[in-house]
């Protein structure tokens, strides 16, 4: 399947790529390796959202910005309004939507 | 929400962890190296508040982190604050405009005192910083506690400096008034919260200097004003005239007046008359002892950073909360919303968007949220 690096930019991307900045850094792991975690990453966090997740949510809002551009969709909205099913609502002021092409 | 989100994270680290231990083996490296590859993760993640930490890493709770930073902040502010304490000291309220004025003033008749007094300051000073931001805090104590804060911190920089010229006109004031002791308590409660910057060498009041370099300016309009006013009452005494509800109305209307006071010193005086009416006389003859003063002593600079202030005062007040606001603002703005997501199909209907997406991380609100599937409605 697929593998998709737009995960790396969510928080658990993010906090893993900065751990393995450090330690490329630091010389305690090389840079090889690194990648093969990142790349291990996309695919057990695709993986994950596959089989362990099974929420929907609904967004509405106001789109502010949209562009489509190498396959990726970005919106930008403006209070925009989440609903999950535990009926959470949340309003984010301004919102990135980024997806991927399947 | 949370917990189901922060299992699937750490699903995620320890599947990472198993499939990339061959690879790490292969390579040869040591099994530490991906050990401290999985302590360091799952430790950003639980500061980031991703992990709850339901299973080991439960340690740090983050899930409120999304308030954390910037509540935190806040709550410091409450405490040093301290209003309590700094109202209950009325007359000290009073007084410490006094002392400020003196500074502002500088021409004091008895400059040996002065020179006497000017040890003590550091004390005085602080409590004189107190006594302004309790006069501030008065009016609106309630909510207002977080502005007040930080016009403190920014009256405070021009502090050290100033606080010998201070020292001068509070000491005298704090011959002529009876509550030396409170004030200065009050300046040790407030000497904490300045702490974090820089530190008191000397006093407790020290603590407030560091703070007070940077909004020095703002504190020594303030001070100006204060001391205008401060000078004003001085006058009286020495008429023998010296009334204290009269310096206490001062103090307050210059506590009032002082973001109008910041301007220029010129300006702040210019400003003082018509208001209050203060007397110009008062202002001349203080002035000139509390110059030969700051010339002899260090002071002297502190003066002359004060005037550099004097333009920037009118902003400490304001900027105080155009500080925080902007903090606030920044903060919301750091805290981005991102959905990362793949779509299945985007369409669109003149002017409304539809959007399917799946398996998607959605970052909102400092939580993060896992979801399958998303419809997205859009008006553009």
Redesign the interface.
């Known amino acids: 399947m697929a593998t998709?690096e737009?995960?790396r930019?969510?928080?658990?991307g993010m906090?893993?790529t900065?751990?393995?900045d450090?330690?490329v850094s630091n010389g305690?792991?090389?840079p090889?390796?690194a990648i093969?975690?990142l790349i291990?990453?996309d695919?057990?966090?695709?993986?994950?959202?596959?089989t362990?997740?099974?929420?929907?949510?609904?967004?509405?809002?106001?789109?502010h910005t949209?562009r489509?551009c190498d396959n990726v969709?970005t919106?930008i909205?403006q209070d925009?309004l989440?609903k999950?099913e535990?009926c959470?609502e949340?309003v984010?002021?301004?919102?990135?939507?980024?997806?991927?092409?399947? | 929400m949370a917990t189901t989100t922060s299992a699937v994270y750490i699903h995620v680290i320890e599947d990472v962890i198993n499939k990339v231990r061959d690879e790490f083996i292969q390579s040869g490296a040591e099994d530490s190296v991906l050990n401290e590859l999985q302590a360091l993760w799952e430790m950003k993640m639980m500061h980031c508040g991703a992990i709850c930490g339901p299973i080991e890493r439960s340690s740090m709770p983050k899930q409120p982190v999304a308030g954390g930073p910037i509540t935190p902040v806040h709550d410091l502010n409450v405490p040093y604050e301290g209003t309590e304490e700094y109202e209950t000291p009325t007359a000290e309220i009073l007084f410490p405009p006094t002392p400020l004025q003196t500074p502002i003033q500088t021409p004091l008749p008895g400059t040996a005192e002065h020179s006497m007094y000017n040890l003590p300051t550091p004390s005085e000073y602080p409590v004189h910083d107190t006594g302004g931001a309790t006069t501030e805090l008065k009016p609106g104590r309630p909510s207002p506690y977080m502005q007040p804060p930080s016009p403190w911190m920014n009256q405070r920089p021009l502090g050290v400096d100033v606080n010998v010229a201070y020292v001068e006109g509070r000491d005298e004031l704090d011959r002529g008034t009876p509550n030396p002791n409170a004030t200065q308590d009050f300046f040790t409660m407030s000497s904490g919260k300045r702490k974090r910057e820089e530190l008191p060498p000397q006093f407790h009041t020290s603590g407030y200097l560091p703070q007070q370099d940077g909004a020095g300016d703002a504190t020594f309009e303030f001070f100006q004003s204060e001391a205008s006013r401060g000078s004003s009452s001085f006058n009286v005494r020495g008429q023998g005239s010296g009334n204290p509800d009269k310096l206490l109305a001062k103090v307050m209307g210059a506590s009032s007046r002082i973001p109008q006071q910041d301007g220029p010193i010129a300006d702040g005086y210019d400003d003082l008359y018509p208001y209050q009416g203060v007397a110009n006389e008062d202002y001349n003859t203080v002035t000139p002892a509390g110059h030969d003063l700051q010339a002899g002593t260090p002071i002297g600079g502190a003066k002359n950073e004060g005037g550099d202030d004097d333009d920037e005062p009118p902003l400490n007040e304001n900027d105080d909360d155009d500080l925080d606001d902007i903090d606030e603002e920044g903060e919301e703005q750091n805290t981005q919303h991102l959905v990362l997501a793949q779509f299945d199909k985007v369409t669109r209907t003149k002017s409304r968007w539809k959007c399917t997406l799946k398996d998607g991380i959605m970052h909102i609100n400092n939580k993060d949220i896992l979801f399958t599937k998303a419809n997205g409605e859009f008006e553009f």
């Open positions: 998709f737009l995960y930019r969510s928080t658990i906090c893993l900065e751990t393995l450090e330690m305690t792991l090389s090889e390796l093969q975690v291990q990453f695919k057990s966090m695709t993986e994950a959202l596959e362990q997740v099974k929420s929907k949510v609904t967004i509405k809002g106001h789109l949209y489509f969709w919106f909205l925009a989440f999950n535990d959470q949340m984010g002021r301004m919102n990135d939507t980024y997806s991927i092409i399947v």
